[in-house]
């Protein structure tokens, strides 16, 4: 990737200012769907891992894991992170900004856990991209906003999230791919404070049958 862009710049800064603890265990949703619907380890790619609490949580189930973020100290922590929970053998991180390059090869699972950014970000085309590094029999799992929490840089703005049928149309999978889960549940977050709301979240967990 080119040395620097607007999204290296502000996620760098991000996470130089961010409690390095901040991010460091699974996201439930994923984590549930992993234990439900790939039970079993093989190659995952986690794309915009950050701390890598997904990441390293893969690893240490067994997952050969591809980490991948845009910031360089988020990455520095993810190998700290794994070398700590003696997983560090299963962690590849890979620094890219996913609008511009993508890490090669093909996964059983493909993870973006609230792949969502203040610079914008191609997301649609990224998670289009995402698709097609998904192994026949692998799946793709999308855990993403769809609501603003109080603690959000988008707490008082008018947003628009899309509904999970709108962000599975956009991917544009065809006859290939069984939908697992696509729908919007509520969940009670916790944020940097250790405030709590109630969230709504887009899920979607699609299978690729050959
Ligand atoms: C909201 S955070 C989510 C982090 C993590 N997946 C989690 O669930 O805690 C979004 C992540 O995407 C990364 N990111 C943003 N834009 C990116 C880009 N263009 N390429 C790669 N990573 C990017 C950020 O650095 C950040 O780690």
Redesign the pocket.
């Known amino acids: 990737m080119p040395a620097s862009s607007d999204?290296a710049t502000f996620?760098e800064h991000h996470?130089t200012h961010l409690d390095a603890q901040w991010?460091t265990g699974p996201?439930a949703v994923l984590a549930e769907l992993v234990a439900d619907l790939a039970p079993s380890p093989a190659r995952a790619l986690d794309l915009?891992?950050?701390?890598g609490?997904?990441a390293i949580w893969l690893a240490t189930r067994g997952w050969d894991v591809t980490a991948?973020?845009?910031?360089a100290t988020?990455l520095r922590r993810v190998v700290s992170g794994a070398e700590a929970s003696g997983v560090a053998d299963r962690i590849h991180p890979e620094r890219?900004?996913?609008?511009q390059t993508f890490p090669a090869g093909e996964f059983d699972l493909v993870a973006a856990?609230?792949?969502?950014?203040p610079?914008e970000?191609p997301r649609a085309h990224v998670l289009r991209r995402a698709t097609a590094s998904v192994a026949p029999g692998g799946l793709l799992i999308v855990v993403e906003h769809a609501s603003v929490a109080p603690w959000s840089w988008q707490a008082g703005e008018d947003v628009h999230f899309p509904t999970p049928d709108e962000v599975l149309a956009g991917l544009r999978i065809g006859d290939d791919w069984h939908v697992e889960r696509c729908h919007a549940p509520e969940r009670t977050a916790t944020g940097p404070q250790g405030q709590t709301a109630t969230v709504t979240e887009n899920v979607l967990a699609l299978r690729r049958t050959r």
């Open positions: 999204s996620w996470y991010g996201n915009g891992c950050g701390h609490g997904d991948v973020d845009v910031s988020a890219h900004d996913l609008s856990s609230y792949f969502h950014s610079v970000i």
